[in-house]
C-alpha cells in the first residue's frame, strides 16, 4: 500500500463549525470563546444591542447603495448581505490598534472601524482614491485584485515585529493584523505564498476567509477539495471554523486569534461560513446559476434575524429598540439618498494626482495628453 494518503475527505464534511447562537437564537456555550468575550466585556446585553443596531445600520445602507447604483448613481455595488455578523463581529473583535486589511464587501468591517457609508459609496461611484485614512482609522483601502491584500497584510505584521509592537504583554498596545478575503480568493497564490511567509516569520496576522459559498457563479466546492478550514494546516497554522451568522462564533473567533497573534504565537486562519444571499454585484445575475430555495434556505439563518431571537429570549430587547434602530436605519438610508445624489462631478484632471510621491515625466505627458484631448470637445462647444 502506498504511503501517500489518497482518501480525500468529502468537502465540508468533516470539519466541525463553532456556533455559539443556533438559528434560532438558542446560545451554546464554548469554554475558549467565553472567556475571551467575558475579558474583553463583548458579550453584554448592551453590546448585544449595539451589535443588533449596527447591523440594521449597515444593512439598510446597502439596500440603499444598490438602489443608488440602479439610479445610475454609482458605477457598481457589491452587496454584503447576509455577511453582517461575520463582519460586524470582526469588526468589534479588533482592538482599537489592530489594522484591518480588507477586499471590495467589507462594509461592515468599515461600520466597526467608524468608516461612514457615504465613503464607500464614493468610491463606487469612482470619484474618489480610496476613501479614507488608512493610519487614523487603521483600516487599509479596498482591494479589488483578490488576494493582493493578504501579502500586504503579512508585510505589515512583520513590520510590526520589527517595531517591538508583538508579544510585549501589553494587550493594549502589541498590534495584530486582520488579512480579510473570499473563498474564491483563497484560490490565489498570493493567498498561498502569504500563509508561507507568514507562518516562517511567525507574523502576528489572523487570515479570516468569509466563505459565503460563492465566487461569483463558481461555488465554494469547486475552490477545494477539503474543507476551506484546514487549508492552512499544511503550513502549520492553527486554523477554526465558525459560523459567520454568528456574530459571538465571530467575536470569539477573531478576538482570540488576534490575541494570540499579538503575544507572538503566530498567525491564525479563521473560516467564517456565511451565505452572500444578493448577487455578486450589481452587474450579476445569481438566479442564472444558484437556485431560489438555496437562497431561502439560508433566509432562516439570517444573522440580524438570529441575535433579535437571542436577545428576545434574554428579554433584552423590546419593540421600542427594534422600532429606533429602524428610524435610525431609514435616516441613514435617506442621508446617503440626498448625499450621493448631491455630489459634484471631480475635475477629470485628479486621475494623475497621487499616483507617485513626485512628479514624473510619463504622468506629465499623459496629463499635457490629456488636456490636449480635453481642449477638442471645448473647441466644438464654442462653435456651436
Ligand atoms: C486577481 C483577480 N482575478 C479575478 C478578479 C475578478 N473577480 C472579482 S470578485 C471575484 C470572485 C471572488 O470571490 P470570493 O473571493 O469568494 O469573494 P466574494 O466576492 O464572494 O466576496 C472575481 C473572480 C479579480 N478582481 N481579481
Ligand atoms: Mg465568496
Not at 127 to 153: C, F, K, N
Request: hydrophobic letters at 40%.
Amino acid at each position: 500500500m502506498s504511503a501517500f494518503r489518497t482518501t480525500i475527505p468529502a468537502v465540508a464534511a468533516d470539519e466541525p463549525m463553532i456556533q455559539l447562537l443556533s438559528a434560532d437564537g438558542t446560545r451554546t456555550p464554548h469554554e475558549e470563546f467565553d472567556e475571551v468575550l467575558e475579558a474583553g466585556g463583548l458579550a453584554t446585553p448592551e453590546r448585544l444591542r449595539g451589535y443588533y443596531r449596527d447591523m440594521v445600520m449597515i444593512r439598510a445602507a446597502d439596500l440603499e447603495a444598490t438602489s443608488l447604483q440602479r439610479q445610475g448613481q454609482l458605477g457598481l455595488w457589491a452587496s454584503a448581505l447576509g455577511q453582517e455578523a461575520a463582519q460586524i463581529g470582526a469588526g468589534h473583535a479588533a482592538r482599537t490598534q489592530d489594522y484591518l486589511v480588507p477586499t471590495y464587501r467589507e462594509h461592515g468591517i468599515a461600520w466597526a472601524r467608524g468608516i461612514e457609508p457615504w465613503r464607500l459609496l464614493e468610491m463606487f461611484r469612482g470619484i474618489s482614491h480610496g476613501g479614507w485614512d488608512p493610519h487614523e482609522l487603521r483600516t487599509h483601502p479596498y482591494m479589488i485584485v483578490l488576494g493582493a491584500q493578504a501579502p500586504h497584510a503579512v508585510g505589515y505584521g512583520m513590520g510590526l515585529q520589527r517595531d517591538g509592537a508583538v508579544g510585549t504583554g501589553d494587550l493594549e498596545r502589541d498590534t495584530a493584523v486582520l488579512a480579510l478575503f473570499g473563498d474564491g480568493a483563497s484560490s490565489e497564490g498570493e493567498v498561498a505564498e502569504s500563509f508561507t511567509f507568514a507562518a516562517s516569520f511567525e507574523a502576528p496576522v489572523v487570515f479570516y476567509s468569509q466563505n459565503n459559498q460563492w465566487a461569483i457563479s463558481v461555488p465554494t466546492s469547486v475552490q477545494t477539495r477539503v474543507p476551506l478550514a484546514q487549508r492552512s494546516r499544511g503550513w502549520g497554522i492553527p486554523s477554526v471554523r465558525v459560523d459567520g451568522n454568528d456574530v459571538l462564533a465571530v467575536l470569539g473567533a477573531v478576538r482570540s486569534g488576534l490575541d494570540s497573534a499579538r503575544a507572538g504565537e503566530g498567525p491564525r486562519f479563521i473560516e467564517s461560513l456565511t451565505y452572500r444571499m444578493a448577487a455578486h454585484t450589481t452587474s450579476d445575475d445569481a438566479s442564472r446559476y444558484r437556485p431560489g430555495s438555496e437562497e431561502e434556505e439560508w433566509a432562516e439563518k439570517d444573522p440580524i434575524l438570529r441575535l433579535r431571537r437571542h436577545l428576545a429570549g434574554l428579554d433584552e430587547i423590546d419593540e421600542a429598540y427594534v422600532a429606533t434602530c429602524e428610524e435610525e436605519a431609514h435616516d441613514l438610508a435617506m442621508q446617503l439618498h440626498h448625499h450621493i445624489h448631491g455630489m459634484k462631478d471631480p475635475d477629470p484632471m485628479i486621475v494623475f494626482d497621487n499616483v507617485y510621491s513626485e512628479p514624473h515625466p510619463i504622468v506629465d505627458a499623459e496629463r499635457e495628453a490629456y488636456v490636449q484631448y480635453l481642449s477638442q470637445f471645448e473647441d466644438e462647444e464654442a462653435g456651436r
